[in-house]
């Protein structure tokens, strides 16, 4: 079978993991399959584990970066397309989107980059190549250009998975057609971790993942955010929990995780540059999780790890739901005594917050396991 991710680059070490967890099910499923890796953006591919699979990358993509990028900001579709993630091939029998989250309101899509999306799909569709949207965030669809494109995914696409019942009724409210949409958790919960030697000493710290999307001109909340991992990070020192901060995202994130250790009392590691599975063994390595990055979260609930989250968007609340984990939400735009009171609740708590979450992974393991058994199947 010949199979093509989209929606994944290595930059993001949660889309890192989505494609570990696609490659990790299509080698146990389909071991003799060619799998074409249709990457969006930073790609290395030395930063995922050993395949057996016949994984296949396009040539020459990085010749395309630059040119567009200065096409985007004209709003206009780069015209080349073999040198883009919208190259159709004709032979791929499936084609399975691992994008997080990537279609909403938020992200203002243009005109161009609207029919663009829907030449690709269409052109999939004519070649009967079968479309499935992994688990993923979707919504909300308010705009004229939102509700286009949830036309788009419901007329060509032949399975779309919603990671929550928010994103669901996100997606029905706009017209998206409700026997195509199924519901599933999110997608990489079975993915093992990897705990690097070097990183032992980390055992039983605090893990706090910063992202710098929380920083919005419009609300100019950066000292605020700031402020907030600040406090976090003299709050556990006092208590004698060390700390460490993890880059979750390339360098953005890593100069927040700088600014931060500039303002805190205790200048605290920064753990950057490692694996996906890397990273998903430090956060389960940790004491508690303090995460800025969705997938941060996931790994931390993923392996029983009591976890608080900011958030800037609905997924993250829908995530905790998942695991019966409600008011795990902090945010900048309160008094600081608020926020504390909720990491106090989680401390004096922990052991049975842990064993609440574990309690809970094993039927979300089932859904996800009959997400793949639905998913993989030509014959639906």
């Known amino acids: 079978m ?9 930059k993001n070490k949660g889309a890192e993991l989505m494609l570990v967890a696609a490659l990790e099910q ?4 389909h071991p003799n399959s060619e799998v074409w890796l249709n990457h969006t953006g930073e790609f290395d591919p030395k930063l995922l584990p050993d395949f057996k699979l016949d994984l296949k990358i396009p040539k020459m993509r990085w010749l395309s970066k ?3 990028k200065i096409f985007r900001r004209m709003g206009r579709p780069f015209p080349i397309t073999q040198l883009t993630q ?8 499936l084609l399975l989107d691992a994008g997080g ?3 909403s309101d938020q992200w203002k899509l243009t005109t161009e980059q609207v029919k663009e999306k829907e030449k690709y799909y269409k052109k999939l569709k004519e070649n009967k190549t079968r479309v499935v949207l992994l688990p993923q965030a979707f919504g909300p669809f308010e705009t004229t250009y939102g509700k286009q494109v949830v036309k788009i995914l419901s007329q060509y696409t032949d399975l779309i998975y919603a990671r929550d019942e928010q994103s669901y009724q996100c997606l029905v409210n706009a017209g998206a057609e409700a026997q195509k949409i199924n519901i599933s958790c999110d997608f990489t919960l079975p993915v093992k971790g990897i705990i690097p030697e070097r990183f032992q000493y980390l055992k039983g710290a605090v893990c706090l993942i910063p992202n710098h999307k929380m920083i919005s001109p419009k609300k100019n909340n950066k000292d605020k955010y700031i402020g907030l ?15 460490f901060m993890l880059n979750h995202e390339g360098f953005r994130d ?3 995780c700088d600014e931060v250790n500039t303002v805190s009392e205790t200048k605290i590691p920064v753990v950057d540059g490692i694996t996906a599975k890397e990273v998903k063994g430090l956060i389960g390595n940790s004491h508690t999780v303090i995460s800025s990055r969705f997938h ?3 790994s931390a609930l993923s392996q029983g790890v009591p976890c608080l989250a900011t958030s800037w968007s609905h997924k993250y609340e829908m995530l905790f739901k998942d695991f019966s984990q409600e008011d795990r939400i902090l945010t900048e735009e309160v008094d600081w005594a608020i926020n504390r009171e909720r990491i106090i609740s989680i401390e004096q708590n922990h052991k049975t917050i842990a064993d609440n979450i574990k309690a809970v992974k094993a039927p979300l393991l089932l859904k996800t396991q009959k997400m793949w058994e639905i998913a993989l199947d030509l014959k639906n």
């Open 254 to 256: 890593k100069s927040l």
């Open 86 to 93: 919208f190259h159709v091939r004709k032979d791929i029998d």
């Open 2 to 10: 010949k199979i093509q991710i989209d929606g994944i680059d290595t």
């Open 101 to 103: 989250f990537q279609f």
């Open 26 to 29: 299509l080698e146990t499923t």
């Open 296 to 298: 941060g979260v996931v």
């Open 229 to 243: 991992l600040k406090n976090i990070i003299d709050m556990y020192e006092r208590k004698g929990l060390p700390v």
């Open 66 to 68: 630059w040119p567009i």
